[in-house]
Every structure is written in structure tokens, then in C-alpha cells.
């Protein structure tokens, strides 16, 4: 069974910084975009930072200016900056790999927690 496998994570202060990576088994082909998406309690899961394998990124309204996306070149893996965070960060952070046909990727998730 493919897993994502995402580390990082975890609490920081609001104005600090956290990182997230995450990386997939090689075996996984035809990758479109690659990505993060977080959810909150009650809340639809959202877009955070996708980048499409022509190198377009694409960044939610919120993050912008924070945040920076970034695949590690031959490998099916995504690191997700964030900087500046607030308390509005607070989620469940969620790898993504999609592809071009065939089902799409997800990890298990990893918690961010933004609180003094």
C-alpha cells in the first residue's frame, strides 16, 4: 500500500516558523502537482500550496507571502515552508500528490499548532 510519509510539524509561537516535508515511494508515476491542504475541525479541507510539475505554484489567499512550496527535484517529495505564522494556522496539515490518470495521494496528515 503507497504512503506519503510527512515530518515537521508540531507547535511554534505566532510570528515563529515551522517546516513540513513530505515523500512518497518512487513507484508513484504520472505526477501532476504535489502539494499541502489543511483542515480544521468542522471545516472542509483546503488548499495550502500546490506546485504542478511545469513548476507553477499556487498559493492560498492566506499563506501568501508566508508560505513557500518546494518539491525536491527527481523525487516524489514536497517541503512546505511557513513563516510568520499565526494562530490561524492551526490545522491539520495534509501531503498531496496528484496525477495525471489514476488515483490521487494523501498523508495521513501532521498537526500545526500556533499558540503562545
Do not use: H
Not at 56 to 67: E, I, L, Q
Not at 83 to 89: A, M, Q, R, Y
Not at 95 to 115: A, E
Amino acid at each position: 500500500q503507497v504512503q506519503l510519509v510527512e515530518s515537521g510539524g508540531g507547535l511554534a509561537q505566532p510570528g515563529g516558523s515551522l517546516s513540513l516535508s513530505c515523500s512518497g515511494p518512487d513507484t508513484i508515476s504520472a505526477v501532476a502537482a504535489m502539494g499541502w491542504f489543511r483542515q480544521t475541525p468542522g471545516k472542509q479541507r483546503e488548499l495550502v500550496a500546490v506546485v504542478n510539475i511545469g513548476g507553477t505554484t499556487r498559493y492560498a489567499d492566506a499563506v501568501k507571502g508566508r508560505f513557500a512550496v518546494s518539491i525536491v527535484n527527481g523525487k516524489n517529495a514536497v517541503n512546505l515552508q511557513m513563516n510568520s505564522l499565526t494562530p490561524e494556522d492551526t490545522a491539520v496539515y495534509y501531503c498531496y500528490i496528484g496525477r495525471l490518470s489514476g488515483r490521487d495521494y494523501w498523508g495521513q496528515g501532521i498537526q500545526v499548532t500556533v499558540s503562545s
